[in-house]
């Protein structure tokens, strides 16, 4: 069973530029949510995606991040006109929903550098 | 908004001994998660405790669900090199999906 895939691992892009992460849940999940690490913290909740649906986006910065989860293929965070403070680890979990629990399982993480 | 605030913030212990660490929370959760990051990871799930007063077990390690559901602790039995790395508690509640994380606790093993 493959796990959480995130890409790239790592991401450099220069002040302005668009950044986009990508993210592969569990076979069988269909709950997407995006966190965020700054470094010598926990991760910070972003937003919580099912197919098609964005369903709590209430940690998101209102300006510049989107993401999606498309009926096909990998869920996106979109980080437009990149600024320093953005450079952080971003990491993805999914988790099945079934029956009440909600344990999340997390990908490796996408480290992003702003320059 | 709450805040999960754990302890200690590192530990610095020798191979074989024990450990124990707890997180405390504001206001109540429902679900308590113990997770472990190493450098360059992401998080990996340990134990999930779901219930109040719960005392859960995965292999050496320990956690309990506290009475008052503002609490969780977890213990390590027996460290070995291969448990360093940062511990962090993570509330849920239902209807709620987001993980609230506690603020981490570094183990580091002295040969």
């Known amino acids: 069973n493959a796990g959480v895939m995130q890409n790239p691992r790592h991401l450099v892009r220069r002040r302005g530029q668009e950044a986009r992460l990508r993210c592969s849940p569990m076979k069988g999940h269909s709950h997407v949510y995006w966190y965020r690490q700054l470094p010598e913290e926990g991760l910070k909740f972003m937003v919580y995606?099912?197919?098609?649906?964005?369903?709590?986006e209430s940690g998101m910065p209102k300006e510049r991040f989107s993401a999606e989860f498309p009926k096909e293929g990998p869920s996106i965070l979109r980080i437009q006109q990149v600024v320093r403070g953005d450079s952080a680890a971003y990491f993805c979990a999914s988790s099945p929903r079934v029956g009440g629990l909600n344990e999340q399982f997390f990908g490796p993480g996408t480290r992003l550098t702003v320059l | 908004g709450q805040q999960l605030n754990q302890s200690p913030q590192s530990m610095f212990i020798q191979e074989g001994e024990d450990v124990s660490m707890n997180c405390t929370s504001s206001s109540i959760f429902n679900t308590w998660l113990w997770y472990k990051q190493e450098p360059g990871e992401g998080p990996v799930l340990l134990i999930a405790l779901y219930k109040a007063g719960e005392l859960t077990s995965n292999g050496r390690l320990t956690a309990q669900f506290g009475i008052t559901r503002k609490d969780s602790f977890l213990n390590i039995s027996a460290s070995i090199p291969s448990d360093v790395g940062i511990y962090f508690c993570?509330?849920?509640?239902?209807?709620?999906?987001?993980?609230?994380f506690g603020t981490g606790t570094r183990l580091t093993i002295i040969p």
């Open positions: 993570a509330g849920l509640n239902f209807g709620n999906e987001k993980l609230t």
């Open positions: 995606l099912q197919k098609e649906n964005i369903i709590d």
